[in-house]
């Protein structure tokens, strides 16, 4: 489906960039050409039909050049992202086993012994890998059911696993994302490319930017300030994003030195989006604000927030499912729970993934028999039919017989107004179980609020049993290469913390 879609796109958008890094740019016709060369390269270098092959490469060409090659061969393409510690790229090498890792010289320390690694000099082509002749067309059959790209859940919690998906997965997100016009060529512009391409936003949906014709502006570091600049540098109408980078933009000191008047929607997903966080940037951007619930394993599509929401369902929801998506509030035995209940959300659509490559057991436990995404995140319906988070399942501790659920707490203390972001984590106590300590990053030029201080604010919209116990003051929160709150790195931080302490 990619190879296709970028034979089409060559032919219509031509001399157009499909990307655009501070390094270089690369035209639609350039990517095409590019990738039967790097085809045929990877042939001579043993690579064939249904071989796995992993990529560790930079977000960028020689990244897109390597999808469509590998997509073009029909080989299954499993991209790792580059910005990964050299202990986690050789634990997601090892656990797929992949026949090559193509990678460049800083991603190459630390993959495992007897891998096969192909080095991709920096300014270096696919297309001089391998002995013999790089050229030739080559066009896999666009088998629904051919395996065509893994990708890695994030790992907030714990390990992170290889969801699977077929060329027909590909289609559905197409078809999910664009609705009515999944078949029309043309109407992208230029984007930001928020997040690395190896994440399930590029690494499934970059099928459907092709056919609109985007040009993705990628930054090697994201930063708030370079991002804004080319907002309104490429004078993106549309700027999609996770809800921690959106917060970097508003708090940005640039943020009123650039013309952001072309900004109209804003697509945030990838981490809860507060209240204060919606409310602040409908009204810095002059923008509506959608928040996208999704995950890896739903294919990168699953819930939104409308445009013209009003302020119960933009504020406090996270929408409702998307056409061509179900979802339903479970107990613990898949039985759906009466409307305002908590329970565990669960989706299904044609973007599901199959499963985790070589791990049938936790295949079974993340998808039932028929086919739903037990997605571990706790939510109840609202009378108006929208879904509203409460948290991880895996998150929730219990404080002296209470279930407390840290994103609740976290919507509340961010509120405070000498509190730039905020995160909660239990530390264990002999009485009461867990208690809940309040991870603070200050707002600038203040240096936070005291223990008293931030429980008397919220004491008012929190029950006692949910009030944090400790505070920690830190520069910024851990976060994954995602940029999403990395929990498990949050308890590391905290259990660090009591044991050096005198």
């Known amino acids: 489906?990619?190879?296709?879609?970028?034979?089409?796109?060559?032919?219509r958008h031509g001399e157009r960039p499909v990307v655009i890094r501070a390094e270089d740019a690369l035209t639609y016709s350039a990517l095409d050409g590019a990738a039967d060369r790097a085809a045929g390269a990877l042939v001579a270098a043993g690579v064939g039909p249904g071989d796995l092959v992993a990529s560790v490469l930079p977000s960028g060409a020689e990244w897109l050049i390597a999808a469509v090659a590998l997509d073009r061969i029909g080989a299954v393409h499993a991209a790792v992202s580059n910005h990964l510690g050299s202990g986690e790229r050789a634990a997601l090498v090892t656990a797929i086993r992949p026949s090559l890792v193509l990678c460049d010289p800083?991603?190459?320390?630390?993959?495992?012994?007897?891998?096969?690694?192909?080095?991709?000099?920096?300014?270096?082509?696919l297309e001089e890998l391998g002995a013999g002749s790089a050229t030739g067309r080559h066009d896999a059959p666009d088998d629904d059911d051919r395996v065509a790209a893994i990708c890695f859940t994030s790992g907030t919690t714990g390990v992170a696993r290889?969801?699977?998906f077929r060329v027909r997965h590909l289609r559905a997100v197409s078809a999910i994302d664009l609705g009515p016009a999944a078949d029309d060529w043309g109407g992208g512009e230029p984007m930001l490319a928020s997040t690395h391409f190896a994440h399930v936003g590029m690494a499934l949906k970059f099928p459907w930017y092709v056919r609109t014709g985007s040009t993705l502006c990628v930054l090697d570091r994201w930063r708030a300030d370079a991002a804004l600049e080319l907002i309104d540098r490429h004078r993106m109408s549309t700027v999609g994003g996770i809800a921690p980078q959106i917060a970097l933009m508003l708090r940005s000191p640039i943020i009123d030195e650039v013309d952001l008047t072309c900004v109209q929607r804003l697509i945030v997903g990838g981490a809860p989006s507060s209240p204060d966080l919606v409310d602040r940037a409908r009204h810095r951007f002059g923008a509506d604000y959608s928040i996208r619930y999704s995950s890896t394993e739903s294919g990168g599509v699953g819930l939104a927030t409308a445009y013209d929401a009003d302020d119960d369902e933009a504020l406090h929801t996270v929408g409702r499912p998307r056409p061509g998506i179900e979802a339903r509030i479970t107990d613990p035995d898949d039985v759906v729970v009466p409307d305002g209940t908590t329970g565990e959300l669960q989706l299904r659509s044609a973007a599901v993934t199959d499963g985790y490559w070589n791990d049938p057991e936790a295949t079974a436990a993340a998808i039932t028999g028929d086919g739903w995404l037990r997605t571990g995140d706790l939510a109840h319906l609202t009378p108006s039919g929208c879904v509203v988070l409460d948290g991880r399942r895996t998150d929730m501790y219990i404080r002296g017989g209470y279930n407390v659920f840290p994103t609740e707490v976290e919507a509340v203390l961010e509120l405070h107004p000498e509190v730039a972001a905020v995160a909660v984590a239990p530390r264990p106590d002999e009485v009461l179980g867990d208690v809940g300590v309040a991870v603070i990053v200050p707002a600038a030029g203040c240096v936070g609020p005291t223990l008293d201080e931030l429980r008397r604010f919220a004491g008012d919209r929190l029950a006692r049993h949910k009030l944090p116990e400790d505070t920690v003051v830190v520069d910024e929160l851990?976060?994954?290469?995602?940029?999403?709150?990395?929990?498990?790195a949050l308890r590391e931080l905290l259990r660090t913390r009591e044991e050096s302490a005198p």
Do not use: I
Not at 478 to 488: F, G, I
């Open 1 to 11: 489906m990619l190879s296709s879609a970028v034979r089409g796109a060559a032919e």
């Open 106 to 125: 800083g991603t190459a320390d630390g993959l495992p012994l007897r891998t096969d690694v192909a080095v991709v000099a920096p300014g270096g082509r």
């Open 162 to 164: 290889g969801a699977t």
């Open 478 to 488: 851990p976060l994954t290469p995602a940029s999403k709150l990395d929990r498990a």
